[in-house]
């Protein structure tokens, strides 16, 4: 039985599987089980659909290069990402095409749409904070090029995400600050707009919560320039009240911290604690050395490779949580 203007979704949602997978199936692109080509071509030749954008993909070969974009160069945590999926990708025989999005939306469409065009055999990406539109995104995929999703999650998108654990290192975190006796713990917050900024709070709200305290709203510095960030913790630092501990939402945050801390006189950890997230390598260089949070960026690099060649994510979007480790240093009691 025919039907009019019949789409991917239209297949995909009736045979309860994934766009991506109903396009890969009908493209020859593999990694898709017999049973389920099997059943998406039935149901395509049934309906009548007409696979015009497919058609001009039947040729297409493998490329053996991977496509990688991700929203600066000089930032240690995406560099030593990079180094994993270099390693992984030449142990598979794949080349890699590496541009940055400069975090801009429209690089980074622009981008991901011209390594599309070029053939790549897969994109892997850190998407921007900007980035809200993922249309372009969803149709590279359904054109039979698998994309995994770096550091971030974007629920809009039917793709296999690798991330770490946020949630629980900074849960983590907090709750050695509130273990060893502090009680006033104010917190960095990183770019709004982003998982990582929320699952990080959020670890520091639950550290509160489980312990049966409220998280004081006025010990909550949300993201700006380092200026605004400077006169926000001194005024709060100033306060009668004052924090006896800081988590801030990455090392550069911990960094503007350790520097207006000593700034006002207080001693770091005796007066107040930081601790900062990413293990950036001045971490060890700072005064006092500071600790952290440290996120498995090379392995997140490594495990996006093979979800790329992973048929069982092809066909079902896997969410892969890394875990973190808490590195203490000079600036913790």
């Known amino acids: 039985m025919k039907k009019n203007n019949v789409t991917i979704k239209d297949i995909a949602k009736a045979l309860n599987v994934t766009p991506s997978t109903v396009s890969r199936a009908l493209n020859g692109g593999g990694k898709i089980s017999d049973k389920t080509k099997q059943s998406v071509f039935k149901l395509a030749k049934e309906w009548g659909y007409q696979p015009n954008l497919i058609a001009k993909n039947l040729q297409r070969k493998s490329s053996k290069t991977i496509g990688v974009i991700i929203p600066e160069f000089n930032h240690n945590f995406f560099s030593t990402m990079l180094h994993g999926i270099e390693y992984r990708a030449r142990a598979l025989g794949y ?39 993922y249309s372009f995104l969803n149709e590279i995929v359904e054109s039979g090029i698998p994309i995994v999703l770096l550091d971030r999650i974007c629920e809009d998108l039917d793709t296999s995400t690798v991330i770490t654990d946020d949630f629980s290192g900074a849960f983590e975190a907090v709750s050695y ?55 926000e913790l001194k005024n709060t630092l100033k306060r009668v009240s004052t924090p006896d501990a800081i988590f801030a939402c990455s090392d550069y945050l911990a960094f503007i911290a350790l520097e207006t801390v000593k700034s006002l006189g ?13 293990d950036e390598p001045v971490s060890t260089y700072t005064s006092p050395k500071l600790s952290t949070v440290k996120q498995p960026a090379n392995e997140i690099g490594r495990k996006a490779v093979d979800l790329l060649f992973d048929k069982e994510a092809l066909e079902k979007p896997q969410l892969t949580l890394l875990e973190t480790q808490l590195v203490l240093r000079e600036s913790t009691l």
């Open 266 to 278: 207080f001693k770091i950890p005796e007066d107040i604690s930081i601790i900062g997230y990413a």
């Open 177 to 231: 600050l509130l273990d060893s006796g502090c009680s006033n713990i104010l917190h960095l917050k990183g770019e709004e707009g982003i998982s990582t900024t929320f699952n990080r709070y959020m670890g520091y709200v639950e550290a509160h919560k489980k312990r049966g305290l409220e998280v004081n709203s006025g010990l909550i510095i949300k993201h700006a320039e380092k200026e605004v960030i400077q006169q």
């Open 95 to 133: 080349q890699l095409m590496i541009s940055s999005s400069g975090r801009k939306y429209d690089i980074e469409k622009k981008i991901s749409q011209e390594l599309a065009n070029s053939k790549v055999d897969g994109l892997l990406i850190a998407l921007s904070q900007d980035t809200e539109d």
